[in-house]
Structure formats: structure tokens, C-alpha cells
């Protein structure tokens, strides 16, 4: 075994290639590891970080699964009230792996300035409105105080306080359509927030403010609500946890996830899998390609070498194993690259945020990236164990070598 590693390291050694065909071939073969590995880190990364990004906005203004009214008819606007009394509010203790439910309401209005309007949705929340979610997406202000006495605070975002010239500590008209669609009610509000999510679809529609107000104009009792927002612990357990709330609920209730709700993005999202999955078998191909043709070059190169060791008795397994640590030793040192060049960039643009998106296409302003330590190893794990499975096959040529020919190989 030291004589084999020994014969390996000389084989791979800078002054032993200096001047041989099979320098260019090498560089070119750890290149295109360093570049494969950089490519798959990267896609990996980007591809992991922008689903999981996108799942938390969706989440931050919906909760995980969303427990309405059956007459409500998955309206976004609540038409009828929900008590607050049941048996899974405030804590959901029938299912585990939830950790938070809180009563939400919605009502459609109509938000009108000296020189624009825009149709919008006031979202009601209560004292036990988890403010952190959305925290994460304020750029000026904070979030209104619905814990104290009803107040006229709400939070709006960049998007609407650009179309309606509206800032910070402004004042507006808000007008709310009554139950019989005979009249109107009339709310003024003052922006204490503004937020910016990037997400088109919310960032064009919601306010957020005290529930009371929507129970006011509503003539709800205190005790009623448009609807409940669960969030659980593991998002990957959705779909079961949104079939054990459903069983858990009253027959007056129904439920759906977020998945469903927006099935169109979650779609979408999927097909990052596809493009990962892709990019990751192109890479691994391009990758052992060339390993392939290096490894094949330097068992030419080497032909009087590998006729020397099997006439002093070394056997054909031998003597492969000499050029498949050959071939290791090139692949970790594209890996080595691949992996500190791929990790230096995912740092840059979790840092500074480099590469900017389109919000109206990818629903974030930067793109996200998720660095994973277990991901990078295993990517770094297949891919040695690919390309040393693959150069199985082209080192077999070893066995056809024989000695008196090969001795006197030009």
C-alpha cells in the first residue's frame, strides 16, 4: 500500500508532468471538477434558498393552513363569522408539531388620496398576531399596536405608498362597502409602517391593522372572526398535518394548506428540483468525461512503467489501484477549489446580496441562498464515488498490458 501511494504521488507530482503530454489534460480534467462542483454548490444552494424563501413569505401573510368557514367559499375576504370558541383556538393540542394558531379577519376596500385610489384588502389581526413574521420585511416604521385600546395604525407596503404617494406617518380615507352593499363605512388610518416583501400579490393588496375594525364595520361580536392561521414546525409535513387539522376541526370548518391555496406557486417551485437534478447529472457527466480521458492519457503515458511492475510480480489490481489514487488525488484537488470558490461566492451574496431578481417573476428583490453543510458533503461524496465508478471501466485497459510488449513501448 506505501509503495502503491508512493508511485501515485510521483505520478501526479509537478515536476513529472512539467514536460509531459498529460499536463494540459490533467489541468484541464481538475478544472472541470472545480467548475462542476462550483456549479452544483451554487445551484444547489440558490435553487434550496429561493424555494425556502418564497415558503416563509407565503406562510409570514397566510400561516401554514388556513381554517375558514365552508360559506366563505376560499374567498380572501370574509363573509361570514367564525366564534372564536373552539376547541383548537388558541392552542391546538389535538395535533401535534403546531405551534401557533391566531384569529385573523379580511374585508375589502378602497383606499382614496387627493390623486389616486387603489382597491385593497385590510387584514384584521389580534394581540396574538405573531408581529415577527412580517417584522423581517418592514423597511420604515414598526408594526401597529393591536394589543392596546383600537387605534387607527396599520401597516401598508412600499408598493402601495408608491402608487398612492403615501408615507411614512401619512394619514388616508378608507372606504369599506357595508354588509348589504347599501352604503359604504368610512375608516381613516396613519401609517406607523411600511413593509416591502418583494411578493407582487400580497405587496398590492394588504394593510394590516386591528381586527376590531372589521368586527365594528361587520357588526361581528367580539367573539367572531373571519378565520384561523395555523403554523407548524416542519413545513415538509404540511400535507399530513393539514389532513390531521381537518379531522380535528368542527364539520362547520374546513381547512386547506398554503400549498393548496397557491398550488400555481408551489408548482413553480417544483420545478427547481427538476433544474437542479439537471444541472447536477450535466456536471457529474462533464466532470468524469474528463477524469476519463486524463486517466486514459496517463496509463499511455505510463505503459513502460505498468510493464516494469508486473514483471517485478505486481498484479493487475495493483497497478489499476496506482492510477486510481492517481485519479482521487486529482478530484480532491478540484473539489478543494470548487468547494472554497463556490463557498467564498454563496457567502458574498448572503452578505451583500450581489445578484438582484426580479420581484414580479421570482417574488424576492435578491436572490437567496441556503449554505448547507450536509448538502456541499454529500454533493462532494457522490461525486468522488461517480467518477471512481466510472474510471473503473477505462482502467481495465491496465489488464491488457503485458509486459514484453509494453517494455518496449515507444
Request: hydrophobic share 45%; net charge positive.
Amino acid at each position: 500500500m506505501k509503495l502503491e501511494y508512493f508511485i501515485a504521488q510521483r505520478l501526479v507530482s509537478a515536476k513529472d508532468h512539467k514536460s509531459s503530454i498529460s499536463a494540459p489534460i490533467i489541468k484541464i480534467a481538475v478544472t472541470a471538477i472545480a467548475l462542476g462542483i462550483i456549479m452544483m454548490v451554487v445551484s444547489v444552494a440558490t435553487g434550496i434558498g429561493l424555494q425556502q424563501k418564497i415558503r416563509q413569505k407565503v406562510s409570514a401573510f397566510n400561516g401554514h393552513i388556513i381554517i375558514t368557514g365552508y360559506n366563505d367559499n376560499n374567498s380572501d375576504v370574509s363573509t361570514q363569522p367564525i366564534s372564536i370558541r373552539q376547541s383548537f383556538y388558541p392552542a391546538f393540542t389535538n395535533v401535534s408539531g403546531i405551534t401557533h394558531v391566531q384569529a385573523v379577519a379580511s374585508k375589502a376596500g378602497i383606499i382614496r388620496t387627493a390623486t389616486a385610489f387603489e382597491g385593497i384588502i385590510f387584514k384584521g389581526v389580534g394581540k396574538e398576531y405573531q408581529s415577527v413574521n412580517i417584522k423581517e420585511y418592514l423597511v420604515q416604521g414598526r408594526f401597529p399596536q393591536v394589543g392596546s385600546a383600537l387605534n387607527e395604525e396599520v401597516l401598508i407596503s412600499q408598493y402601495l405608498c408608491d402608487r398612492l404617494g403615501l408615507h411614512l406617518g401619512d394619514r388616508f380615507v378608507t372606504y369599506f362597502m357595508k354588509e348589504n352593499n347599501e352604503g359604504y363605512n368610512l375608516r381613516n388610518f396613519k401609517i406607523v409602517g411600511i413593509y416591502n416583501s418583494g411578493f407582487q400579490e400580497f405587496d398590492a393588496n394588504y394593510i394590516l391593522g386591528d381586527i376590531r375594525h372589521i368586527q365594528r364595520i361587520n357588526k361581528w361580536k367580539p367573539d367572531q372572526v373571519g378565520s384561523f392561521e395555523v403554523f407548524i414546525e416542519d413545513f415538509t409535513q404540511i400535507r399530513q398535518k393539514g389532513e390531521e387539522v381537518y379531522n380535528e376541526t368542527a364539520s362547520t370548518l374546513d381547512s386547506q394548506t398554503v400549498e393548496n391555496k397557491f398550488y400555481y406557486i408551489f408548482e413553480w417551485l417544483k420545478l427547481f428540483d427538476v433544474n437542479i437534478i439537471v444541472i447536477l447529472i450535466v456536471m457529474i457527466l462533464v466532470a468524469t468525461i474528463n477524469m476519463v480521458v486524463a486517466l486514459l492519457v496517463l496509463i499511455l503515458e505510463r505503459t513502460q512503467m505498468i510493464g516494469i511492475l508486473k514483471s517485478l510480480g505486481a498484479n493487475n489490481w495493483s497497478v489499476r489501484k496506482i492510477f486510481l489514487y492517481n485519479a482521487l488525488h486529482l478530484i480532491s484537488r478540484g473539489l478543494l477549489w470548487g468547494n472554497a470558490i463556490s463557498i467564498v461566492l454563496l457567502l458574498l451574496q448572503k452578505y451583500f446580496g450581489i445578484v438582484k431578481l426580479n420581484p414580479e417573476s421570482y417574488y424576492v428583490n435578491v436572490a437567496p441562498v441556503d449554505i448547507n453543510l450536509w448538502y456541499i458533503l454529500l454533493l462532494n461524496l457522490g461525486t468522488v464515488v461517480i467518477c471512481l465508478l466510472v474510471l473503473l471501466l477505462p482502467s481495465y485497459i491496465i489488464t491488457k498490458i503485458t509486459p514484453s510488449q509494453s517494455i518496449r513501448f515507444d
